[in-house]
């Protein structure tokens, strides 16, 4: 059976046979492969009692010690029978004699899972931490009934995936404790569609019964809370919404962002994204004091803009980037430009160029870029000038820093008011 068990612990081969020994009733040998290991179980083919000289006599040290894996055999009367190296080597035996001179043990634990399966002639499984050489390990124990009150028992070393999960755990932790900490608020639910984890910022901005999301209520359960409390927006079909709202189930990608408009006047944001282990997560947040900063905002651009507008120079304001942020309609004709084509170019290096077949002054278009991109002070001190446009026109231009950053440029067309003071010179 060399070639048998060499397979086994090879490549995972069951097998299972008879043992011939002289003078001794042939033993029952299965091989298989559990856990990740291999283990053997042998019985006595007429189901006698063992006892320790028996299974000495029985050739099954023999066998047993070609186990990786801690094994023993615990007699009829719960005494240990036999025990292969491995079990040796674990207590720190010599010798199977010496193990039971001394009242040894693999583990306390084990030992009562042994005389459980012993009593009640049916195979257990457990878990068991043992400590020895300066470190901790982990073993799942196997105690198998032989028949007549013996036990054939497995210790399965699973200290790598408990590590193993065990990590896992402790960075699911910290990640549910970052998750707490944002201002979102975040609920996972699982692949069977239930509330897997939620933050304190989702009890507290839907305003739910902490008790109530312990119990892990549904995906459809949660919107039907929500609708009870007017914390959903308010549709005419709100079956067909539910039901939208739970196909996001099984997407491979994230879906595009969504708002809610609540009854009580609050907006949110609604993220949804495939979670990698599977279900969804969901980011609410709270948007609206940025809707209503946003608003104020665009109507203040529209004040700005309808106050440029009835100015007669043509007025330019760009952004610390470089970007066109304002212009008034004066600049599209004093430039003979559609709104479009300034749309197009956008920051200051691709509207001066528009610009220059209009007034063609490199000098100039460098001295306001200078104005415009350098951030610094000096540079960026109220200037102006005057050049000549291609049409003979006369156009006066100066520049005006903002606070936020942004210079103001603005020309006019001062061509007849040249013209009139030349000829006042003249006059005189």
């Known amino acids: 059976h060399d070639a048998l068990i060499e397979a086994l612990v090879q490549s995972g081969q069951a097998f299972e046979g008879l043992v011939a020994l002289d003078d001794v009733e042939p033993w029952r040998i299965e091989g298989r492969v559990a856990g990740g290991s291999a283990w053997l179980r042998l019985s ?91 470190a901790r390990r982990a073993w799942r124990i196997i105690a198998e009934p032989a028949g007549g009150g013996a036990v054939t028992a497995f210790a399965i070393e699973v200290t790598e995936a408990e590590e193993t999960r065990d990590t896992l755990r402790r960075h699911v932790d910290a990640h549910d404790e970052t998750l707490n900490h944002l201002a979102d608020a975040v609920a996972i639910f699982g692949p069977q569609k239930r509330l897997a984890f939620h933050n304190t910022a989702f009890q507290t901005l839907f305003d739910i019964d902490a008790a109530w999301l312990d119990e892990r209520p549904t995906h459809a359960e949660l919107l039907d809370r929500l609708r009870q409390r007017r914390s959903l927006p308010e549709v005419v079909d709100y079956a067909g919404w539910k039901a939208r709202e739970l196909e996001f189930y099984g997407a491979s990608e994230a879906s595009p962002d969504d708002s809610w408009s609540l009854p009580d006047g609050r907006t949110l944001r609604v993220v949804r994204q495939p979670h990698p282990l599977g279900g969804i997560l969901l980011i609410f947040s709270d948007i609206t004091d940025e809707l209503k900063l946003r608003s104020r905002f665009n109507a203040q651009i529209q004040v700005q803009r309808a106050t440029l507008d009835k100015l007669n120079d043509a007025v330019a304001v760009f952004g610390s980037d470089g970007r066109l942020r304002l212009h008034n309609e004066a600049f599209e004709t004093f430039w003979n430009l559609s709104v479009d084509r300034i749309a197009a170019a956008s920051d200051f290096d691709a509207l001066a160029e528009l610009c220059k077949a209009v007034l063609p002054d490199p000098a100039l278009w460098l001295g306001l870029k200078a104005r415009v991109a350098d951030p610094d002070p000096e540079s960026r001190v109220a200037i102006s000038g005057e050049g000549r446009t291609v049409d003979g026109r006369v156009a006066a231009w100066q520049t005006r820093p903002l606070p936020d950053g942004a210079t103001l440029v603005a020309f006019s067309d001062v061509t007849a008011r040249r013209g009139l003071e030349q000829a006042l010179v003249q006059r005189e």
């Open 44 to 134: 006595p083919a007429s189901r006698f009692t063992l006892t320790g000289a028996d299974a000495t006599e029985s050739g099954l040290a023999m066998l047993g010690d070609a186990s990786p894996m801690p094994t023993w055999v615990v007699d009829g009367t719960g005494k240990l029978a036999w025990a292969n190296r491995a079990w040796l080597a674990e207590i720190n035996a010599e010798t199977i004699e010496a193990a039971i001179d001394e009242g040894l043990s693999f583990d306390r634990g084990a030992d009562a899972l042994v005389a459980e399966a012993a009593r009640l002639g049916v195979r257990h499984e457990g878990f068991r931490w043992t400590t020895g050489g300066g």
